[in-house]
T-cell receptor, first 118, second 115 residues
Framework: DAGVTQSPTHLIKTRGQQVTLRCSPKSGHDTVSWYQQALGQGPQFIFQYYEEEERQRGNFPDRFSGHQFPNYSSELNVNALLLGDSALYLC?????????????????FGAGTRLSVL | AQKITQTQPGMFVQEKEAVTLDCTYDTSDQSYGLFWYKQPSSGEMIFLIYQGSYDEQNATEGRYSLNFQKARKSANLVISASQLGDSAMYFCAMRGSGGYQKVTFGTGTKLQVIP
């Protein structure tokens, strides 16, 4: 059973460029969340996709956008890259449940894409 | 808003000894979940253990146990019989109720196991 896979593993871009990161969720999962982890920090929530729609967003500018496909895979796009966008980008997948067990939904993470902006 | 506080930037533990990693949280939600993740140098965030706010017993998963004290809003991770492979960053995290799955993370604790 494949876990969460992300590609590419590493990327080097220059300021002003655009980048697309990809994520395939764990089998059976329908929800994908993206996180940015700066060096020495905890992951920060960017946004979450469910049923091909963005349903929650963290405190990130519109330069960060995403997409979810019918097969539940997802892309994260970042436009007009800044030096401060250099970070590890983590994708997490989970299965949407409801009711009393909502908080127990466990997010499983991929190994991340390490983006360096020069 | 939710907040996770991990006050130990780094910890050392002797191999085969037990270690406790501290975590306190703040939330206005009545129903919430608490998680611990391990992040080796490879970068992957590995789920370790979960505790629900209404769970009456502390969670355990093999060598990991979660010391949940709801009144004090603390959720400390206890690792028993430490192994060299336990050396990694450890993150405490939480999710509240409300239909969404945003997870809020702490700043992490770097654990180093000494032979």
């Amino acid at each position: 059973d494949a876990g969460v896979t992300q590609s590419p593993t590493h990327l080097i871009k220059t300021r002003g460029q655009q980048v697309t990161l990809r994520c395939s969720p764990k089998s059976g999962h329908d929800t994908v969340s993206w996180y940015q982890q700066a060096l020495g920090q905890g992951p920060q929530f960017i946004f979450q996709y469910y049923e091909e729609e963005e349903r929650q967003r963290g405190n990130f500018p519109d330069r960060f956008s995403g997409h979810q496909f019918p097969n539940y895979s997802s892309e994260l796009n970042v436009n007009a890259l800044l030096l401060g966008d250099s970070a590890l980008y983590l994708c997490a997948s989970s299965f949407q449940t409801s009711g009393a067990y909502l908080a127990k939904n466990i997010q499983y993470f991929g190994a991340g894409t390490r983006l360096s902006v020069l | 808003a939710q907040k996770i506080t991990q006050t130990q930037p780094g910890m050392f533990v002797q191999e085969k000894e037990a270690v406790t990693l501290d975590c306190t949280y703040d939330t206005s939600d009545q129903s919430y979940g608490l998680f611990w993740y391990k992040q080796p140098s490879s970068g992957e965030m590995i789920f370790l253990i979960y505790q629900g706010s209404y769970d009456e017993q502390n969670a355990t998963e093999g060598r990991y146990s979660l010391n949940f004290q709801k009144a004090r809003k603390s959720a400390n991770l206890v690792i028993s019989a430490s192994q060299l492979g336990d050396s990694a960053m450890y993150f405490c995290a939480m999710r509240g109720s409300g239909g969404y799955q945003k997870v809020t993370f702490g700043t992490g604790t770097k654990l180093q196991v000494i032979p």
